[in-house]
């Protein structure tokens, strides 16, 4: 919206008052400033697509705060159920982290295959490495006790600067090849055997994995998961460009991932419908390498870990789970293996919906039969409802 024109006579000539600047410029900073903190309304936009009693369970557990699109998924067994706002089966996002868990059922896959085994060496798939890091296992790596860095090092300060500005400009943090992320090895200390989530890590398995089957990560995917399993809308992007954007979790544009040689760690797009394919077939064993969400190891307090997977050990039902965030997107994936009951939530703006994992209960099935049975309060409207106002 534009400033209407002043077209009246000006009383006055010259500058203004220096006294009068001051407080435009304030108030002009101060409504930019509110701009940018909250450039969307809280609540979820858009209007709500396939079953409104699963959208309003999910708006009740994950609660409010700014939202965009949301899409959220039910299985149970064969049934699987759909909701959204704003968005549907096939509409598209980036799932973060939840890549790592294609990434393990690779290696479950590639062990399956002989190609690998747990305690294949990093030095055994690149000669060129020496030292205490060419002796870390792929297993230890799965199993997030490499001794792997959370994060790649830069190689120079310059790139450190690049990673922290990439920060503030909402841009793709990861950059480099393959090439890069294996010079990268050389300069970390893996002393360190403690359980450490790595996003490092899961880029140097992936790519030793795509190194030992001589094909890129981008194919294993395609050619041993998403091609089997008719997955056609998942894939691992080479380019951001004509990518869906998604938004920060003040509303602000945020430039697509794709991660370059870390696209294993993170870089999967897929669909809720695609989603719903994956999780069943984990769910059912009949997945390429779902062994992998098998727990095999303590991780911390709450939890113990799979390759790649987690499963609480803190609640009941025990969940196995993961979930994953990129600039712009929050995605959630969880299941009981005793019931067969799963969720699958994915987000195009940056606010966590790790809630999710309180609707893979009986509790949260019955709250939202209620809603579907129109048992909510008397002239009160649902938060899926409330959702559909812009």
């Known amino acids: 919206m534009t400033a209407p024109t002043d077209t009246g006579p000006h009383t ?14 304030i108030a002009a900073s101060v409504a930019l400033a509110l701009l940018l903190i909250t450039p969307f309304p809280r609540g979820f936009q858009g209007e709500v697509t396939g079953d409104p009693a699963l959208m309003d369970a999910a708006a009740e557990a994950l609660g409010s705060g700014h939202w965009n699109h949301l899409a959220v998924v039910r299985v149970n067994g064969d049934t699987v159920t759909e909701a959204g706002t704003g968005a549907d089966g096939r509409t598209q ?10 990434t393990a059922a690779l290696f479950a896959d590639a062990i399956e295959r002989g190609e690998v085994e747990e305690s294949t060496r990093l030095g055994e798939v690149w000669p060129e490495l020496d030292g205490d890091v060419a002796e870390v296992t792929l297993g230890a790596i799965a199993t997030q006790r490499s001794g792997l860095p959370r994060q790649e090092p830069a190689p120079s300060v310059g790139d450190g600067l690049a990673t922290v500005l990439a920060g503030y400009l909402h841009t793709d943090p990861y950059r480099g090849d393959v090439t890069d992320l294996v010079r990268a090895l050389d300069k970390v200390d893996v002393s360190d055997t403690e359980p450490e989530y790595s996003n490092f890590g899961f880029a140097v398995l992936g790519q030793a994995l795509a190194e030992v089957a001589g094909r890129s990560y981008a194919d294993l995917i395609r050619e041993r998961i998403t091609q089997p399993l008719g997955m056609d809308d998942t894939f691992v992007p080479s380019s951001a460009k004509g990518l869906s954007h998604g938004l920060t979790s003040s ?17 999967i797009r897929s669909t809720p419908r695609d989603m719903a394919i994956w999780l069943q077939a984990t769910m059912a064993g009949t997945a390429p390498g779902a062994a992998a969400s098998e727990p095999r190891e303590d991780f911390d307090e ?22 994953g965030g990129t600039g712009g997107y929050r995605s959630f994936l969880g299941f009981d293996r005793g019931s067969g009951t799963g969720i699958i939530v994915l987000s195009d703006s940056a606010n966590s919906v790790d809630k999710a994992i309180d609707l893979i209960s009986e509790k949260a099935a019955g709250r939202a039969a209620e809603r579907a049975a129109g048992q909510a309060m008397p002239g009160s409207r649902s938060a899926a409802e409330k959702g559909q106002s812009r």
């Open 12 to 25: 006055q000539t010259g500058h203004p008052p220096r006294r009068r600047i001051l407080p435009v410029v």
């Open 93 to 102: 996002f980036e799932i973060g982290s939840i890549t790592k868990t294609f």
């Open 251 to 267: 509303g602000l544009p945020a430039a697509p991932w794709t991660l370059g040689a870390s696209a294993p760690a993170g870089a």
């Open 302 to 323: 709450t939890d113990r870990i799979g390759w790649a997977w987690m499963t609480t050990t803190n609640r009941t039902p025990n969940i196995t789970w993961h979930n």
